[in-house]
Nanobody, 120 residues
Framework: QVQLVESGGGLVQAGGSLRLSCVASGRPFNNYAVGWFRQAPGKERDVVAAISHNAGSTYYADSVKGRFTVSRDNAKNTAYLQMNVLKPEDTAVYYC?????????????WGQGTQVTVSS
């Protein structure tokens, strides 16, 4: 198994930036693709971005394209989500998740989440 711990959330004004980190432990991090998800109150959890095990492939939801960047440093067992030009509608709990197969939809391992609040 792999354990995931997110950090970097907080309160930011609209137009600001935050960088979330997801630190993995337990298994070789480069075995896993990583996804970033978010869940706002009363809404479903949706994928925001994802990155393959070697960073060769990435995915972004339309709502964050051009504003968010996903990256990873396998030597540090860490994935990142750089969030720029934040909007109030980006307010949510953000989760990172890991899976072994990039082409499989579901993620097996999840972090505990970190709150991002964007004020207008």
């Amino acid at each position: 198994q792999v354990q995931l711990v997110e950090s970097g959330g907080g309160l930011v004004q609209a137009g600001g930036s935050l960088r979330l980190s997801c630190v993995a432990s337990g298994r070789p991090f480069n075995n896993y693709a990583v996804g970033w998800f978010r869940q706002a109150p009363g809404k479903e959890r949706d994928v925001v971005a994802a990155i393959s095990h070697n960073a060769g492939s990435t995915y972004y939801a339309d709502s964050v394209k051009g504003r968010f960047t996903v990256s990873r440093d396998n030597a540090k067992n860490t994935a990142y989500l750089q969030m720029n030009v934040l909007k109030p509608e980006d307010t949510a709990v953000y989760y990172c998740a890991a899976k072994t197969n990039w082409f499989v939809k579901s993620y097996a391992y999840w972090g505990q989440g970190t709150q991002v609040t964007v004020s207008s």
